[in-house]
Nanobody, 129 residues
Framework: QVQPVESGGGSVQTGGSLRLSCTAS????????VGWFRQAPGKKREEVAS????????YYADSVKGRFTISQDNANGTVYLQMDSLKPEDTGMYYC??????????????????????WGRGTQVTVSS
């Protein structure tokens, strides 16, 4: 079993930056894809970005493309989400999720929360105008 743990959330003004971290413990070999999702109050959980951890291929939602960067440090088992040029609509709880995809390319296409089996508890990001 894999247990992701998020950190790095906080409050920033419009145009600011934050870097989220996701560290996974447990049987990390049982997952090959890590995704970042976010959920604003009253809205559905949506995918922000994902990375295929065995090769480094990435996916970004259109709403964050060019502003967010997902990356990994294999040495310490951490996946990062660098968020720049933040906007108020980026506000929400950000979750890290890990999963195993038999067909790896599915990891770097739009996915849904049900595609991931392991979830962190989330970290809050608040962007004020």
């Amino acid at each position: 079993q894999v247990q992701p743990v998020e950190s790095g959330g906080g409050s920033v003004q419009t145009g600011g930056s934050l870097r989220l971290s996701c560290t996974a413990s447990g049987h990390t070999y049982s997952s090959n894809c890590v995704g970042w999702f976010r959920q604003a109050p009253g809205k559905k959980r949506e995918e922000v970005a994902s990375i295929y951890t065995n090769g480094g291929a990435t996916y970004y939602a259109d709403s964050v493309k060019g502003r967010f960067t997902i990356s990994q440090d294999n040495a310490n088992g951490t996946v990062y989400l660098q968020m720049d040029s933040l906007k108020p609509e980026d506000t929400g709880m950000y979750y890290c999720a890990a999963g195993y995809f038999d067909i790896w390319v599915r990891c770097v296409r739009p996915t849904s929360p049900s595609d991931f089996g392991y979830w962190g508890r989330g970290t809050q990001v608040t962007v004020s105008s």
